[in-house]
């Protein structure tokens, strides 16, 4: 049975649309009533209502299984168990990298369209990870002789989304030109175009084009990586946070840390989820990448032949991005630069979180705090509800509350006193 794009049942269904509107214009019917409408709607009344259904498109929905990466893409991104045993809870941050696997997405129509229609509209999760650890030595008595070691321990691990940061592809004013830009890459860029390595168009340097007028775009991939006779291929969509100025949240993230008197490390790293997206062909070398067969290859250590093999064979798309714009600069008039911002600034997106972060550093947090409102009260007793175990019995529930509000006051109040908390030890 012949399955037909959406791209082709887009037009079928316009083609019949037109039809039929055609028949009703050069015929008449029998029974069609000729009242006319009491009054026609104003101007007004139908910019309003135009405005109301623009504002209220619902985000697309993905049609495609999500596959989850093999491996966290980076170091950042790994799920660690914190030694500290007070706050043991493991931290989870999402992947940087999905996988998508079907058939149809071999044919050039239903590859553009989905890119075009669905990855093209979401927009990546930037987030902030505050991280606060200190070395702690350890005395490990052996039979022969004891050994000091150090490890590292964790005192705090917060992950907070910026998510608010950019606008939502559903609100076109919003997501204008200026703050959701897609674009294929020049071809002075270097990119993988079908090949294992990154490379540059045809004919084109770092700075002069002598070859091709034109850069391909989307379609002109779309149609590339399909044709392509290679049984193993990706094609990887890129959604980029851009006008971020990381290294200003970072230093007033510091202070507000300092002022708990804190005394380790910290460590601040800005993840982004659902960055990339590779878009695998179907083969059985591509699905055995993604299933428990890889790991026979690492335990057998077979990895140190068949990954050079993979790298050569493996032909490669990364020429599609889109830049999601957390701010950019523009000239006015009389030549002075300015900036603007997409939704709120640094600044007011740290002042806004001022006080939960700190009062999740008091507590040691560990997890993602996202949910949690920035009101710190409102906060704390979320917080108590999901960590503090019920007893079934309203007085013991009520004494164990009472004693882990005072628990958490007597930690506060010490770390604000005296040498601090959290140096080496």
């Not at 008039?333 to 009062?359: C, F, M, P």
Request: proline share 5%.
């Amino acid at each position: 049975m012949d399955r037909k794009s959406p791209a082709a049942a887009r037009s079928t269904a316009t083609y019949e649309a037109v039809a039929n509107d055609d028949v009703s214009m050069h015929t008449t019917r029998s029974d069609y009533n000729y009242d006319d409408p009491f009054g026609l709607p104003s101007y007004n009344d139908s910019v309003a209502a135009s405005s109301s259904a623009h504002h209220r498109a619902s985000p697309p929905a993905d049609e495609y299984a999500v596959i989850a990466p093999p491996k966290p893409a980076s170091e950042g991104w790994h799920t660690r168990k914190s030694r500290n045993q007070d706050c043991s809870q493991q931290v989870r941050i999402g992947a940087e990298t999905s996988l998508r696997m079907d058939e149809r997405l071999v044919h050039p129509a239903q590859l553009y369209d989905y890119v075009n229609d669905y990855l093209r509209l979401i927009k990546p999760q930037p987030m902030v990870r505050v991280q606060g650890w200190h070395w702690q030595t350890r005395q490990r008595v052996g039979k022969r002789e004891n050994k000091t070691q150090q490890e590292r321990v964790y005192d705090f691990d917060v992950v907070l989304s910026m998510h608010n940061f950019l606008p939502s592809s559903t609100d076109r004013d919003a997501a204008d030109d200026v703050w959701w830009v897609p674009h294929s890459v020049e071809n002075s860029d270097k990119a993988h175009r079908g090949s294992w390595r990154k490379t540059r168009a045809k004919g084109s340097t770092q700075h002069i084009e002598v070859g091709e007028d034109r850069k391909p775009e989307l379609l002109d991939w779309c149609e590339d990586f399909c044709s392509n006779t290679s049984a193993l291929k990706i094609f990887r969509v890129s959604r980029n946070v851009t006008g971020l100025d990381t290294d200003a949240i970072q230093e007033m993230i510091v202070p507000l840390v300092r002022q708990t008197h804190y005394r380790g490390h910290i460590n601040i790293t800005f993840p982004i989820a659902d960055k990339n997206v590779d878009i695998y062909s179907p083969h059985w070398i591509n699905r055995a990448r993604m299933t428990w067969v890889r790991w026979i290859f690492y335990l057998t250590f077979l990895w140190i032949f068949t990954w050079p093999v993979l790298l050569f064979t493996t032909k490669r798309w990364g020429v599609y991005k889109v830049d999601w714009r957390v701010s950019h600069e523009y000239v006015e008039s009389d030549g002075t630069r300015r900036k603007r911002y997409a939704t709120i600034s640094e600044h007011e997106w740290v002042r806004r979180h001022a006080n939960l972060i700190k009062s999740l550093v008091l507590d040691k947090f560990h997890g993602d705090a996202t949910t949690f409102p920035t009101d710190v009260d409102e906060a704390d007793a979320q917080r108590r509800r999901i960590s503090m175990p019920r007893a079934g019995n309203g007085s013991l529930d009520s004494a164990l509350s009472f004693i882990q509000g005072g628990v958490g006051a007597w930690g506060a109040l010490n770390g604000r006193g005296g040498d601090g908390w959290g140096a080496d030890c």
